[in-house]
């Protein structure tokens, strides 16, 4: 399984594939935060940071998600 099969579902998740993806690709690191963020289902960088940075501040309590695979 490659990295690129598992979603990120966070702005430190998107960052840490996206700099997969700029060595993988010899690509800019921007260039490869848009790409990670379109992995993740998000338009660009730019919109990831916002829908994301918009979660925290929810009135919602912060709830923990456990992956198992």
Do not use: C, W
Request: proline share 4%.
């Amino acid at each position: 399984m490659s990295k690129t099969d598992v979603q990120p579902s966070s702005i430190e998740g998107i960052k840490r594939l996206a700099k997969t993806i700029s060595k993988r690709d010899s690509i800019p690191h921007t260039k490869a935060l848009d790409a990670a963020s379109q992995v993740s289902g998000f338009g660009n960088f730019q919109h990831a940071h916002r829908s994301l940075s918009n979660r925290s501040t929810d009135a919602e309590p912060a709830r923990h998600v456990v992956y198992i695979s």
